[in-house]
């Protein structure tokens, strides 16, 4: 692995434009690719193209879609030196976290054929059509209508909080294509394109002031056959399977990456250093101690799931476990962050205050406990299912 790890490093030295090595001064630094995604600069452009020449977009998916083919080893060697020189993620996106793996498991050939190139380079950009007004957690209860017209599906109904629907190119999307079915049953996975006739979007706003939210409308909407995902009537297995990855995505919120500046670092910004050197805040300093030592338990616990599930024992509800303390711990170093900016991180706009981007982000960090699936529904989760309690 020396040789390997030796050829990353050379690699990414050469590669990596400087201003990827640079923290993210907010969301919009992140590049979500699609069709109509705008480039922030030149080296997000170029930092994006070379990774998905290289196929490290996706490092573990195959090399015949495009993918880096790398085993755990290896990708976990490229995150540990792009960590190194504080190298951003090239690209973020629902298609990796999320579709992806569900369409190497139940997808067709061909499907994989076409759809998962243009999620590695950055060209499709997804959004998610799952929960609905009166199927939120309980998401089996889904009613949008899915009728077989011959040659074409037609698709009426509505879903909700849509993660950005407004700006993607194209929805995966769990309809119910047999209503006498029972409740888990019936359910099929659709994908097709946001700009088909008959799809309407409408921002949710949030009490962050920002929201990437949006109630999504189909009326008659006209779905080519071939976009269904594995078997009619047998979406929920694929549902199931994407959540576990959903969950899993959530979960890594909590852990500080690449581009993020440490809680120690911005402490010292704030409420400086003693003359010992430590910060000058004993009980704050104690604080981020026990996040960043919770953090790095959970990122050991995030490692002995990844071998559990390359030696065959799957992930499952183990899912849960993560989503549901990923989320308490990316509330905590919100908070932190919060508590140590004092009375200027309750600034909501200005420049000093970056248009109160601490505070937002902060009050968007109460979502985690709710997207995904509630902490609640989490908690029965791994009471009855990890646990073996008693309902």
């Known amino acids: ?3 390997f790890r030796a050829e990353v490093k050379a690699w990414l030295e050469e590669n990596c434009p400087a201003g990827m090595r640079e923290p993210m001064s907010s ?5 979500w ?3 109509n995604w ?3 600069s030149d080296d997000q452009k170029l930092w994006l193209e070379r990774m998905a020449a290289k196929g490290w977009t996706t490092p573990t998916w195959p090399k015949e879609y495009g993918g880096g083919g790398l085993d755990a080893a290896e990708a976990k060697i490229l995150k540990q030196e792009m960590a190194n ?3 951003r993620s090239p690209l973020v ?3 990796i976290w999320m579709l992806g793996p569900a369409l190497l498991k139940y997808g067709s050939e061909e499907q994989k054929q076409h759809y998962l190139p243009q999620i590695i380079r950055g060209e499709i950009r997804w959004c998610q059509g799952y929960s609905e007004p009166n199927a939120g957690s309980d998401l089996a209860s889904l009613q949008t209508k899915c009728e077989d017209k011959g040659d074409h599906y037609l ?3 509505q879903k909700v909080w849509t993660s950005y629907a407004d700006e993607a190119d194209w929805i995966f999307c769990l309809v119910r294509t047999d209503p006498k079915a029972k409740k888990h049953e019936g359910i099929s996975f659709l994908l097709f394109d946001m700009a088909s006739e008959g799809v309407s979007t409408k921002p949710i706003a949030l009490i962050s002031g920002s929201s990437p939210f949006c109630e999504t409308f189909f009326d008659d ?3 080519p056959k071939e976009n269904l995902v594995g078997e009619k009537n047998k979406g929920w297995t694929i549902a199931k399977y994407l959540l576990t990855h959903e969950r899993e995505m959530i979960a890594g919120s909590g852990l500080s990456g690449a581009g993020m500046t440490s809680l120690g670092d911005i402490a010292k910004k704030h409420v400086g250093l003693d003359g010992s050197g430590r910060l000058d805040d004993a009980l704050l300093r104690a604080q981020i101690a026990r996040h960043e030592v919770n953090e790095g338990a959970f990122m050991l616990t995030l490692e002995r799931v990844k071998q559990e599930a390359k030696a065959g024992q799957g992930v499952g509800a183990t899912s849960a476990m993560l989503k549901y303390y990923g989320t308490e711990l990316n509330k905590t170093r919100h908070e932190l962050l919060m508590a140590m900016g004092g009375s200027e991180a309750l600034s909501w706009e200005g420049e000093a205050s970056n248009d109160g981007q601490l505070s937002k982000a902060w009050l968007r960090t109460r979502a985690n406990s709710i997207e995904g699936g509630t902490s609640e529904i989490q908690l029965n989760i791994i009471s009855k299912r990890i646990l073996g309690l008693p309902s």
Do not use: H, L, T
């Not at 969301?27 to 590049?31: L, M, Q, S, T």
């Open 33 to 35: 690719g699609g069709r």
């Open 221 to 223: 909407v006209k779905v």
């Open 85 to 87: 020189i504080n190298a």
């Open 38 to 40: 705008v480039f922030q």
């Open 155 to 157: 698709v009426n109904g």
């Open 1 to 3: 692995m020396s040789d």
């Open 93 to 95: 996106s629902f298609g």
């Open 27 to 31: 969301e919009k630094d992140a590049c």
